[in-house]
């Protein structure tokens, strides 16, 4: 079956949303086509059958969903018979697969790319080396029906369509042939072992049992020290990144496996079950001079990702072996209830092939098999966690009236009845995470007076990374050790995921820290200026989920803060006539709505 990259460019009017051009690469051979709206698209379709991969599937497939409801082709939920479609959509709205069977009973499956390859275009090209770059055109040009691409459209489009079919094809290349990077991830891993030792290793659990243990998983560690929050920061300061840090864990920390034991009361300290998750009810409240690290789900108290640094009130948590270790050494804890858990047998050793054979490629190779290489380990855990009882959305037309008073059709959603699915085995990436931000926030209270932002891997500290050689064991190779990802002369946090650094360098300075930014995220955003009075280069660096890119360009410190407002900059997805049209919005730092408790003493 032939496999192609394709993409669509697309209007930016609400009562003109279509496709004004598309290009399609035949990933083996690089062959190129091209066309000027979306019937010819699915024309091409027809005729060539095959796989066909678009990056960022959700905004294109929903012009092809609407081509095909549009076209009496009737959504089912089983085998494709003809003029029938069949789609996997999650419940957060994000398109997996479209699968067709047009009249002349040719069939077909589209794809999106950036599930196995996790970066942007311009990112793809840079991580693999690739011998091309992405382009730029002016998406707003008004662009009739019928209008065909120029020089300059038709070379961008291009770019776009071959830096994935290129990264796509190193993939298959590699047999990594999975609709997602996670499970191609998996796939390698089940054949380092063998099928038969995954199964013996990592055996079905009952949905009943994942949900128990499910409880205590919970992501990366990712929190502002309040010290430091909100404030400029006028001094010197590093970025420490933590090598490979998931499979450092799975490398070299103990990793539960085979059927778990439920237990009552307190953890009875079994030698051969000794990982486990313990459930208690308690009150508890946060030493002084140390890192708050409880989260709860679903409390009328605190938010989810709000770290707690007292109890209102009784409260019951799930907490793993390595969690509740460091909850009894940074609290003082009252337990009043010990309410059972889960134990499991565990040992090391699981995963070391399949991450020394990784790691061997990364140390010795560049471009595309070096990032495969990260990608396979850094994708692996995650599988292990995919929750077993799922939802998916249901694509349907709706009826609305639009700004002439005309009806139209856009594509909605239904929710779909949950269903349950095989589980792969919730316990690893229960422990993975648990280990993993373990090393986090010791390091981070380690450097606890200098400490001034944490994020999974990351820690962001006063001073050279130097300073902190007594304390932390850094190395820019080794698996597990921290490494120097970039320097920064001054800093502000504003909370979790939302800071911004500048950094400042001559020429030669500037040039080692462009290379340590592009090595360790191909996708960050810095924008450079440079001041020929005093012969410096700066660097802002920002990281503030939704800004856009043209407001970050013009970012300072003075204006990075909560109630920061632009009229305009923001593009929200606008469900319309014909598919997605991105629309000007206003964007703003928003204060977080937090649910908040006042200690009564």
């Given at each position: 079956?032939?496999?192609?990259?394709?993409?669509?460019?697309?209007?930016?009017?609400?009562?003109?949303?279509?496709?004004?051009?598309?290009?399609?690469?035949?990933?083996?051979?690089?062959?190129?086509?091209?066309?000027?709206?979306?019937?010819?698209?699915?024309?091409?379709?027809?005729?060539?059958?095959?796989?066909?991969?678009?990056?960022?599937?959700?905004?294109?497939?929903?012009?092809?969903?609407?081509?095909?409801?549009?076209?009496?082709?009737?959504?089912?939920?089983?085998?494709?018979?003809?003029?029938?479609?069949?789609?996997?959509?999650?419940?957060?709205?994000?398109?997996?697969?479209?699968?067709?069977?047009?009249?002349?009973?040719?069939?077909?499956?589209?794809?999106?790319?950036?599930?196995?390859?996790?970066?942007?275009?311009?990112?793809?090209?840079?991580?693999?080396?690739?011998?091309?770059?992405?382009?730029?055109?002016?998406?707003?040009?008004?662009?009739?029906?019928?209008?065909?691409?120029?020089?300059?459209?038709?070379?961008?489009?291009?770019?776009?369509?071959?830096?994935?079919?290129?990264?796509?094809?190193?993939?298959?290349?590699?047999?990594?042939?999975?609709?997602?990077?996670?499970?191609?991830?998996?796939?390698?891993?089940?054949?380092?072992?063998?099928?038969?030792?995954?199964?013996?290793?990592?055996?079905?659990?009952?949905?009943?049992?994942?949900?128990?243990?499910?409880?205590?998983?919970?992501?990366?560690?990712?929190?502002?020290?309040?010290?430091?929050?909100?404030?400029?920061?006028?001094?010197?300061?590093?970025?420490?990144?933590?090598?490979?840090?998931?499979?450092?864990?799975?490398?070299?920390?103990?990793?539960?496996?085979?059927?778990?034991?439920?237990?009552?009361?307190?953890?009875?300290?079994?030698?051969?079950?000794?990982?486990?998750?313990?459930?208690?009810?308690?009150?508890?409240?946060?030493?002084?001079?140390?890192?708050?690290?409880?989260?709860?789900?679903?409390?009328?108290?605190?938010?989810?990702?709000?770290?707690?640094?007292?109890?209102?009130?009784?409260?019951?948590?799930?907490?793993?072996?390595?969690?509740?270790?460091?909850?009894?050494?940074?609290?003082?804890?009252?337990?009043?209830?010990?309410?059972?858990?889960?134990?499991?047998?565990?040992?090391?050793?699981?995963?070391?092939?399949?991450?020394?054979?990784?790691?061997?490629?990364?140390?010795?190779?560049?471009?595309?098999?070096?990032?495969?290489?990260?990608?396979?380990?850094?994708?692996?855990?995650?599988?292990?966690?995919?929750?077993?009882?799922?939802?998916?959305?249901?694509?349907?037309?709706?009826?609305?009236?639009?700004?002439?008073?005309?009806?139209?059709?856009?594509?909605?959603?239904?929710?779909?009845?949950?269903?349950?699915?095989?589980?792969?085995?919730?316990?690893?990436?229960?422990?993975?995470?648990?280990?993993?931000?373990?090393?986090?926030?010791?390091?981070?209270?380690?450097?606890?007076?200098?400490?001034?932002?944490?994020?999974?891997?990351?820690?962001?500290?006063?001073?050279?990374?130097?300073?902190?050689?007594?304390?932390?064991?850094?190395?820019?190779?080794?698996?597990?050790?921290?490494?120097?990802?970039?320097?920064?002369?001054?800093?502000?946090?504003?909370?979790?995921?939302?800071?911004?650094?500048?950094?400042?360098?001559?020429?030669?300075?500037?040039?080692?820290?462009?290379?340590?930014?592009?090595?360790?995220?191909?996708?960050?955003?810095?924008?450079?200026?440079?001041?020929?009075?005093?012969?410096?280069?700066?660097?802002?660096?920002?990281?503030?989920?939704?800004?856009?890119?043209?407001?970050?360009?013009t970012m300072d410190f003075e204006h990075f803060e909560v109630g920061f407002q632009a009229e305009t900059g923001k593009l929200k997805p606008k469900h319309v006539h014909g598919g997605i049209v991105l629309v000007d919005t206003p964007f703003s730092i928003r204060k977080h709505v937090t649910k908040t408790f006042t200690s009564s003493a």
């Amino acid at each position: 079956m032939q496999r192609y990259s394709d993409d669509f460019e697309t209007t930016t009017d609400i009562n003109d949303c279509r496709v004004w051009a598309w290009a399609m690469c035949e990933i083996d051979t690089m062959r190129m086509r091209y066309g000027n709206n979306i019937d010819t698209f699915m024309e091409m379709l027809a005729i060539l059958g095959g796989e066909h991969y678009f990056h960022n599937e959700t905004f294109d497939g929903e012009f092809i969903v609407h081509w095909l409801l549009m076209h009496d082709y009737q959504h089912t939920e089983e085998q494709c018979e003809k003029k029938e479609f069949n789609t996997i959509i999650g419940d957060n709205g994000k398109y997996y697969m479209i699968a067709i069977r047009f009249e002349n009973n040719r069939y077909c499956r589209i794809y999106d790319s950036l599930k196995k390859l996790p970066l942007s275009v311009r990112a793809l090209a840079k991580a693999f080396n690739l011998d091309m770059s992405k382009g730029e055109i002016d998406y707003h040009k008004y662009r009739p029906v019928g209008y065909r691409m120029d020089a300059v459209e038709k070379d961008y489009i291009t770019r776009d369509v071959k830096i994935v079919a290129k990264c796509l094809k190193m993939m298959f290349n590699e047999n990594m042939q999975k609709m997602t990077i996670g499970a191609d991830s998996l796939e390698a891993y089940k054949l380092s072992i063998g099928y038969k030792t995954f199964k013996k290793w990592f055996p079905e659990l009952t949905p009943e049992m994942d949900q128990k243990i499910r409880h205590a998983y919970d992501g990366g560690f990712v929190q502002v020290n309040p010290k430091f929050q909100n404030i400029h920061i006028k001094e010197r300061g590093c970025v420490l990144d933590v090598n490979s840090l998931y499979p450092y864990v799975m490398r070299h920390k103990l990793m539960p496996y085979g059927m778990p034991l439920e237990f009552s009361g307190k953890y009875p300290e079994i030698e051969s079950y000794p990982l486990y998750i313990q459930y208690l009810r308690c009150t508890f409240k946060l030493k002084e001079g140390y890192i708050p690290t409880i989260k709860v789900k679903g409390s009328r108290y605190f938010a989810e990702n709000e770290y707690i640094r007292e109890s209102p009130v009784e409260m019951v948590l799930s907490l793993t072996n390595i969690d509740l270790e460091i909850f009894m050494e940074h609290y003082e804890v009252d337990v009043t209830e010990w309410l059972g858990g889960v134990m499991f047998h565990a040992q090391y050793g699981m995963f070391d092939q399949y991450i020394d054979a990784n790691m061997e490629i990364k140390r010795k190779s560049k471009g595309g098999r070096r990032q495969l290489a990260k990608l396979r380990m850094n994708n692996l855990y995650g599988k292990f966690g995919v929750n077993p009882t799922r939802r998916h959305k249901i694509p349907e037309l709706k009826a609305y009236i639009d700004e002439n008073g005309e009806t139209r059709y856009k594509v909605g959603y239904r929710l779909s009845d949950p269903e349950q699915t095989k589980s792969v085995y919730i316990p690893i990436a229960c422990f993975c995470t648990a280990w993993a931000r373990s090393v986090t926030i010791k390091a981070s209270h380690q450097c606890y007076d200098h400490w001034m932002y944490s994020d999974t891997d990351s820690m962001h500290l006063i001073g050279d990374a130097q300073q902190y050689s007594d304390l932390l064991w850094i190395d820019d190779n080794e698996l597990g050790a921290w490494k120097i990802e970039s320097r920064f002369n001054e800093a502000k946090y504003i909370r979790q995921k939302t800071y911004i650094e500048l950094y400042y360098s001559n020429k030669e300075e500037y040039e080692a820290n462009q290379a340590l930014l592009a090595d360790n995220d191909p996708d960050a955003s810095p924008y450079f200026r440079y001041d020929p009075a005093r012969d410096l280069y700066y660097e802002m660096v920002i990281k503030c989920a939704g800004m856009p890119e043209a407001i970050k360009e013009t970012m300072d410190f003075e204006h990075f803060e909560v109630g920061f407002q632009a009229e305009t900059g923001k593009l929200k997805p606008k469900h319309v006539h014909g598919g997605i049209v991105l629309v000007d919005t206003p964007f703003s730092i928003r204060k977080h709505v937090t649910k908040t408790f006042t200690s009564s003493a």
